[in-house]
């Protein structure tokens, strides 16, 4: 018989593991395999074993072996590839394992394309894990089967998969053009990849499972992957790429170069640097020498498509700026730590000076402002807190000092600061010791502290299951807390003591602790066991753990946890919503706010909220808050957080349901329980039913959607523009309809009624909107913009990046001394400023309620953001920068009239236009001022300042209840 299938398996004393690999194959569906098993000179008995194997299945199995040791992968792949007999080869490390289809699958997409290569997904096994962890490696590549003429028809094929085990390669192809695996270096598969990929006149990509690729993390022996501290490894990984580089140039490929050099930023080099901080002065030197020739040669655009770490890490090793490198690989590591001082220059915030501000590209790397550091409240900061030394007297106590970086001075000289040092076991639910700090110092970029610990004396771990202990920095600033991890660099714990410790169960088990080195670079403490009776102690617990009795504790625990997870999941609340908390009782009078999925306190709920308290209603309100807790929030409210259990018997038992969005799309709304929809804006975007997604779904989804709109028993209407568009699209009944214009533009109608409309200068401030400008601190002699753009998603509906379509510095150089520029961005997006802006541009996208902030506006400068239609009704002036209209209007989701000749203001489609609009408002002002009264007649009819006091009096009899 024929044989297809080649697979070469290669071993190096991994006698244990050869024949698990070895049955994967011959277990394959497809029986034409062969099995040529390579031994690279095993001392173990690693060939004996494939030798039975050879003779347990004579004309399936061969076993090979070579004279001497070869140090690696490629010369037992060489030798299996001179000797396969089948058309087509693929290779298997002998601790992994091929799929039960691989060679079936691979096989029948290479005779269908004539492909070849064939690859296939690689699966990586965590065997070690805890939970079975298994990770699909660049499963984008294989989400369905496709056929490449060339690999520059995908480039990241060629830069991101570059395994050679996962893939199945015609012998003839591989004769042909030579292709052979590098001996005598690591990272052979790069190159032979490489190689292979641009040799391949057809290659074809599969959507199965092929290889499982199994990861031990905590073994002793790692895999040459796994040693990255080595420094052969990184020099044998730089002349692989280099070789790469050399093929790519021979063959013209400067766009799979380019795609390269992007990889290497982002994957490659932050392999290694990650482990820089716990390396020493020579090896980091070494370490320098190889990357620097390397770097020089990567394609200066690369660094854009990095990410700014990655590509700052990159300039300051190039420069061998070890100071400011190395916290930079701790940020590497830990995203979103705060690793220096960071510095300020001319507006923008750079990760560090040292004289690269004076080099163009330097600057331009350096330069983190987008990240947004210097915006981000003091308690969310992860800031770098340094060990600078640790010692301990060798019984049980230790002695820390360790510096807390202050980013742009944000803890102030002057500042109350109290601190402590905080242990606490990895399992959350154990006990945590505390130790207060000796000394805490203020010195201007950081904040030295000194501690002492009498770890012996008064840490009392239970023993056996808090065996992980975490230390932490609680630093209080002004009464402000925030939590820092302990960095440890360099060589610092190479002298440290186990130390004595006394675990409440028993010292039988563990009578020390020994601190280590988390993976993440932190201090922490692992228990351990020193004495002759602790360490038989602990051999006893490991052998029962791994019996029967530890089976059958972890798969109770395992049992309890999932019972838990069961318990608080999302099936299971939704079914106990229904089968028990709708049986409960109405509760007259509950009331059930939510405005915007409960992420804010605003809009008309909160209008109907105030009006009735107002006139003093007895009802029992209940607001919804999304996060981890409620800010801004009423105080004279219950505060229940969405989805919590609270939550539901709220909804359960509400007289009424008061939201501006929609409550929980699966919870059924009783009968007895009233749903008032107040809604969040007239449409100018196609919505509901009108939505392309929503054309495109199934009937049986559709009438699910109209189930959850159903539920709607009253719905707001401000105009008859929202019965032709809103009403229809949603399938509302005319009977729903309530035709009373919105509770939150109560304010706006009274606003131009009391003569703050076209008029309104900055000297006319009263009351509510001279304290917000107070608040915001905006010069009495400044008018103020209000920049609010809507919310932008692809055709799912998903959100997009935001990023502010104009330029604000070149904004506050042109109009920065007539203007305060108000940003309020949709609560969906995040919006980072420079602080070269500072003052002059502001992020009110924080504040709950837009409509204090409508008030405060002498003009909007929008996009398609239904708040046009209620900006209106102030008669000022705005602007519509629609820089993305044409695909907005026909690519996104389309909109029910077209805003460039109904638009009551300038509408601008390029920044330069943006500005001299802005340069010229007044003459907008009184161009537009017809267009406006027209917009307000044909898209607010029904809002004439009466709607909360309407809806109060319809629903809550207008008075005490």
């Known amino acids: 018989m024929e044989t297809d299938i080649s697979v070469v398996v290669i071993v190096y004393n991994d006698a244990t593991r050869l024949p698990t690999a070895v049955s994967s194959v011959l277990a394959q569906t497809l029986r034409a395999v062969e099995v040529v098993i390579v031994d690279d000179c095993s001392t173990d008995g690693s060939y004996e074993v494939a030798q039975g194997l050879a003779a347990a299945h004579p004309g399936r199995v061969r076993a090979l072996r070579l004279p001497e040791n070869s140090g690696g992968c490629g010369a037992p792949r060489n030798h299996g590839i001179e000797h396969a007999r089948g058309r087509y080869v693929m290779f298997l490390d002998s601790d992994d394992e091929l799929e039960r289809n691989a060679c079936r699958n691979m096989l029948e997409a290479a005779d269908r394309s004539g492909a070849d290569l064939v690859s296939g997904l690689c699966v990586r096994v965590h065997v070690d894990s805890r939970h079975g962890k298994r990770v699909e490696w660049y499963p984008w590549l294989y989400a369905r089967t496709r056929t490449l003429d060339s690999i520059a028809e995908l480039p990241d094929l060629f830069v991101f998969d570059t395994l050679s085990t996962n893939k199945c390669y015609r012998r003839d192809f591989l004769l042909e053009h030579d292709l052979r695996f590098p001996v005598g270096i690591h990272y052979e598969d790069l190159l032979f990849s490489a190689r292979a990929y641009l040799a391949a006149d057809r290659i074809t990509l599969i959507p199965n499972r092929v290889y499982f690729w199994n990861v031990v993390e905590k073994g002793g022996e790692r895999s040459i992957s796994n040693r990255r501290h080595e420094i052969a490894n990184f020099a044998h990984r730089m002349e692989i790429h280099r070789r790469i580089d050399e093929l790519l140039a021979e063959r013209g490929q400067e766009e799979l170069k380019f795609r390269k050099d992007v990889k290497f930023l982002k994957h490659d080099l932050v392999l290694h640097l990650r482990d820089l901080p716990l390396l020493d002065t020579e090896y980091r030197h070494r370490f320098a020498e190889l990357a620097r020739p390397y770097i020089a040669t990567l394609d200066p655009a690369a660094y854009e498509e990095a990410q700014p770490i990655q590509a700052v890490c990159a300039y300051l090793l190039d420069r061998e700026d070890w100071e400011n490198l190395l916290p930079a690989a701790d940020t590497l590591t830990n995203r979103d730590k705060i690793s220096v001082p960071l510095v300020e220059r001319e507006g923008r915030i750079y990760w560090c000076d040292a004289g690269h501000l004076a080099d163009p590209e330097g600057r331009r790397i350096l330069d983190v402002t987008d990240e947004g550091y210097h915006v981000r409240p003091l308690p969310s900061m992860f800031l770098r807190n340094r060990l600078t030394t640790y010692e301990d007297d060798g019984r049980g106590t230790i002695r820390l000092t360790g510096r807390v970086v202050n980013p742009l001075g944000r803890i102030a000289p002057g500042a109350r600061l109290r601190g402590q040092l905080e242990f606490r076991a990895r399992r959350r639910s154990l006990r945590t010791f505390r130790f207060p700090l000796r000394t805490l110092d203020h010195t201007g970029e950081f904040i030295d502290w000194a501690a002492e610990a009498d770890l012996a004396g008064r840490l009392r771990p239970l023993g056996v299951i808090d065996a992980v202990w975490d230390v932490r920095l609680v630093l209080e600033v002004d009464g402000e807390r925030l939590r820092t991890r302990l960095s440890v660099d360099g060589p610092l714990l190479d002298r440290a003591e186990r130390l004595r410790v006394r675990p409440r169960l028993t010292r039988l088990v563990a009578d020390r602790l020994e601190p280590h080195v988390s993976r993440r670079g932190h201090l922490s403490f692992v228990l351990t066991s020193r004495g002759p009776a602790a360490r038989r102690a602990r051999q006893a617990v490991d052998a029962a753990v791994a019996g029967r009795a530890g089976d059958l504790a972890r798969a109770g625990v395992r049992g309890a946890r999932k019972a838990r997870r069961r318990v608080d999941s999302g099936d299971t609340k939704i079914r106990t919503y229904h089968a028990a908390l709708l049986k409960l009782p109405v509760r007259k009078g509950l009331v ?29 309100p209940v607001w919804s808050y999304a996060g981890r807790k409620p800010e801004g929030f009423p105080a004279d409210a219950t505060l229940v957080r969405r989805w919590s259990w609270p939550y539901l018997r709220a909804l359960a038992q509400a007289e009424f349901w008061i939201d501006n969005q929609g409550f929980p799309l699966k919870l059924t709304k009783r009968p007895e329980t ?38 709607f028993d009253h719905f707001l209407i401000r105009s008859e523009h929202d019965v032709r568009t809103l009403a229809r ?81 070149e904004f506050t150089r042109r109009l920065g001394d007539r203007y305060v520029l108000l940003v309020r961005s949709h609560y969906l997006d995040h919006v980072v400023l420079p602080p070269s802006v500072r003052g002059r541009v502001l992020d009110v996208t924080g504040h709950h309620d837009i409509t204090p902030l409508l008030l405060l506006a002498d003009a909007l400068v929008t996009d398609y953001s239904s708040v046009m239609f209620d900006y209106a009704l102030l008669d000022r002036p705005m602007l519509f920068y629609a820089y993305d209209w044409e695909e907005y209007a026909n690519e996104t989701r389309g909109t029910y009239f077209d805003l460039r000749e109904h638009a009551p203001g300038p509408f601008v489609e390029t920044e330069e236009a943006l500005f001299s609009a802005l340069a010229d408002l007044k003459a907008a002002d009184t161009e537009y001022a017809a267009a406006r009264h027209r917009f307000v007649t044909e898209y607010g009819e029904y809002d004439r300042g009466d709607a909360a006091r309407t809806i109060v009096d319809m629903f809550f009899g207008g008075g005490r209840r």
Do not use: C
């Open 592 to 620: 059930v706010f939510e405005s915007h999925l409960g992420k804010q306190y605003s809009d008309s709920p909160r209008a109907i909220y105030e009006e009735m308290r107002r006139r003093g209603i007895d009802f029992e």
């Open 674 to 711: 009233t749903y008032l929809q107040t809604w969040h804006g007239s449409a100018l975007k196609r919505m509901g039913f009108d939505e392309p997604r929503h054309k495109l779904q199934s009937r049986p989804e559709q009438e699910r959607y109209q189930q959850v709109l159903d539920r």
């Open 729 to 809: 699209a949603l399938r509302l009944r005319e009977e729903v309809l309530l035709r009373t214009g919105y509770p939150r533009n109560d304010a706006l109608v009274a606003g131009r009624s009391a003569g703050h409309s076209a008029g309104h200068r900055t000297g006319h401030r009263t009351g509510r909107t001279a304290e917000l400008a107070a608040e915001l601190g905006i010069p009495e002699d400044r008018r103020v913009l209000l920049y609010a753009p809507t919310f932008r998603g692809g055709t799912s509906g998903r959100a997009r990046g935001f990023e502010l379509p104009f330029d604000v510095e």
